[in-house]
Structure formats: C-alpha cells, structure tokens
C-alpha cells in the first residue's frame, strides 16, 4: 500500500538524545495527540510532509502509530466529519441559559452591558418548556445546560428552581443530565456551591477572576472546598491577564491560598490588550512553573475534540438570553452589536419541537472543508477545530496558544521524558 505522512503532524524543531544516545525528534500527532520520538532522519523527512523510502520495520510502526496514513486518504474531509457528525447529532442538547440580566462586576475585558434584569416568570417558563421539552425528545441521550452570561449566581434562586425540574426530568427519562456554570466568584459560597453540586448536578464550575479587582477573597473561599464534599466537581479558575507580572502576581496568590490541588485547575489568559503572540512567547516559563508548584494548568498538549467545537456549529445548541431571545453563538446576547442583530427567534414564541434556526456559524464545518478558512491547511485542526468561529468572522484569528508555542511545549515533554536537548 502507498502511503504517506498524515497532515495533522508537528515535528520538533529541537534535536534530542534518547536513552541510547540516539538523535531523536518528537513528533506530535494532532489527531491522537500522541507525542513519539522519531529518528532525525526520518523525522526530518516527515517535516517535509514525504515519507520517502522506509524500512518495513519503520513503516510499520510509524503506521501503527498513524503518523504514516494510506496516500489515497484525504484526512482533512476525515476530521471534519467527525466534528460535524458530532455537531449534529441528535442525541445531545446543549443549552447554554443566561438566567441573570444584571451582573455585579463591571469587569473591565468584558462586552456585556450591564443593565438590570430583564428576565420575566413568563419567558422563565418558556425557558423551562423548552428545556423539558427537548428532554423528553426520543432521540435525546444527554442534556448539557450551562448556566453564564453577567452574573448567574444573581439568579441563585432561578437557578436552584430551573434546574431541579430539568434533573427530576431527565432522571425520569433516563437521559443523562450534566450541568456548568460560569461565575465571577464573588458570590459563591461554601452553602450555595454544595446546593449547586448536590441539586443542580453542576459538576464543572469556572471561576472567572478579574485581576483588577481585590481577588484573594474569593481564593479563599476556593481553598476552603473539601475534596471530599465534592467528589465530582470540576472547579476552573480563569484568569484574563494582562502582562507577566499580572501572571506572576496571580500565581503567587493561588500559591498562598493554597490551590495548589487536584481539585482545582487554572486557565490563564491573554486579555485583550496583551498581543497574543507575545503572550504566547511567554507562556511557556509560567506553565513550567505552574507544574513544578503543582498548579493544575491542563496539559501541555492539547487533546482532540471530543465534542461539538461550540454552541454556534452546533444546531442541537442555543443560548437563551435572560430576555427570553434564542442566539446561536454565547457572546450575541451578551455583546449590544449582537444583541439584537442575531436574535434567531424568541423562547416565548418558538416551536419546542423543533431545533433552533441556522445561524452564522452553522456552516463552518463546509466552510472549511471548501477552503475558506485557514484551518483548512492547519495541523492542529483535530485538536482545536478552528476555536471561535465568531472571531475569525470579525477578522481575527482564533488560534490558541499553543499553536505558536508549541516548540516549546515539546521541549518540555522531552524535558519530563528524560530526552536530553542537543544544543
Ligand atoms: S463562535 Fe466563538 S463566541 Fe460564539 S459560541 Fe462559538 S466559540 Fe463561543
Ligand atoms: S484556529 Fe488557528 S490553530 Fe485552530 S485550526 Fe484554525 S488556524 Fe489552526
């Protein structure tokens, strides 16, 4: 069989040396995210994007690995099937609700305008016709709702009232019930979260800090969250940071509160103002530091997407605003130059039989596919499946950091392998 080397491959610019003394490269594999050390040689000539002529013992293990794929595959409709086989199935619903329409922070980075609440008991029970709705659909196997937008803890109440009917329901039914929420902390507590956890079946919580605003109080609570208690939560601490020393500063605080536990795992940001290359070139020496302190910072490289990319290119998704309006994408209600242009239709009045309308985004998969974008070409599209199409519609790029960094994310692979660098 002819083959060839897969697109969705990342050599190392570095040079190692293995145990044996053998020059090596590492070679990722976005599609797997497998990391395998390679022969220079050979790694060499799949940099190239050739697999040249190979011993059979090579080729063989280089094809068991995926890195070598049959030449008549075409790889890249491969993947994007898969994600939007993902995004449209239909035993998964997704909902993303925003229950509060007023927010108690003010945030800085944030693009919501901060007004007042506007939910009504009259789109509240749309809301939850909805939801149930699509619960007790046949085809349905598993209800996600999110809770996000301002401040959701605002709407503790809503919340807890909202989310017992939707468990109670899909326990009934047998559909598998997960929940999220997405809060700036301020408001948590001990009681509350324990109320989240056991009732709403909220098992991920991010915690988005502000790191202009005095931040260790809410830390605190954090740290005072038993394991135990919470055998299943998921608790990201989120952080949009605006240079090195904001990073250091944040770093050193989660170090003397004392989250340094399994429990908990940070996202650290660029926020707007920090270019994102520039970021990203300095991304490596805190993530390195983050591990030897035993901060949670996910892994160094990234997986592949398990599920759909996002609300937006998904039509078994929606986010409904607190002004009962259904969006495809999560920041159209929460942004004014979206707020009214991308309204697809109103809870009040939809049909809950049916999915929502198409919206901007629901076509990025062909897009794709047709070459329109530059995740077409891109290695890591198995991984990141192109991030926020939004922002490419606003004309820039999404990638994620690890897209510019991820040279040195392999040296510190190698470095925890024990490959040593040639210099
Ligand atoms: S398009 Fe971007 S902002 Fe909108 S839901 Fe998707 S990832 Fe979020
Ligand atoms: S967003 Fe960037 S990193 Fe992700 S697939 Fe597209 S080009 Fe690649």
Redo the contacts with the bound molecule.
Sequence with gaps: MVQKASRYLVVSDSLYTDGDKRPVRLVLNTRTSRVSPVGDAVACTLRAGDCGPLPDDVAEQLTELDILVPDSRDELTDVLDEQRARARSLASLNYALVPAGFCNMGCEYCGQVHVRGKSTANHRDAVRDRVLRGISRPSTEEVHVGWFGNEPLLSYEIVRGLAAQFVTAADDRGVRYTSTMTTGGALLTPRRLRALYEECRIHAVQAVIDPARPYQRILSVLAGLMPEEFPLLRMTIRCDLADVAEVDAFIDAALAAGLNRPMFEFELRAAATWPRARFAAAEPRWLRRMQEAGLGCGTLIPSPLARPL???VTRTAEVISSSGAIFS???HPLVPAHEQADILELVAHADHNRQRPAGR?DDWHDRVNRGQQPCSSCPFLPTCGGR????WDDGAPACPSYKHNIQQRLDLVAAKSGLLRCS
């Design positions: 996002c609300p937006a994408c999560t920041e985004y926020c199409p939004k922002r």
